[in-house]
Nanobody, 126 residues
Framework: VQLQASGGGLVQAGGSLRPSCTAS????????MGWFRQVPGKERDFVAA????????NYADSVKGRFTISRDNAKNTVYLEMTSLKPEDTAVYYC????????????????????WGQGTLLTVSS
């Protein structure tokens, strides 16, 4: 499976953006998915995760109430609706695929995701 993240860009603080992650090669309708972000010189940090059906989600405290993860399995795509953006949200955003269907205690860890997209850059200006 290949994951293609897109939809990043330059946005002013307080603005919104909705990057997407589209899979090809096979359907992802039975897989949990996650969004992570990384700034140069730092580790890749958990942002949000969603189970196979979209019925369960989980968020990092830093984005709760501002970001919403969703999925459209018919389009083989996962989205990350980002609102009230802050300069500290600036990072490369990556989507990952966990072959387990449901979220679990380790869903915030990069190691459980076996497939990654190439990342999409979000820059939030102050």
């Amino acid at each position: 499976v290949q994951l293609q993240a897109s939809g990043g860009g330059l946005v002013q603080a307080g603005g919104s953006l909705r990057p997407s992650c589209t899979a090809s090669g096979r359907t992802i309708g039975t897989d949990a998915m996650g969004w992570f972000r990384q700034v140069p010189g730092k580790e890749r940090d958990f942002v949000a995760a969603i189970n196979y059906s979209g019925g369960t989600t989980n968020y990092a405290d830093s984005v709760k109430g501002r970001f919403t993860i969703s999925r459209d399995n018919a389009k083989n795509t996962v989205y990350l609706e980002m609102t009230s953006l802050k300069p500290e949200d600036t990072a490369v955003y990556y989507c990952g695929l966990d072959r387990r269907p449901n979220l679990h205690q380790r869903s915030y860890l990069t190691g459980v995701y076996g497939h990654w997209g190439q990342g999409t850059l979000l820059t939030v200006s102050s």
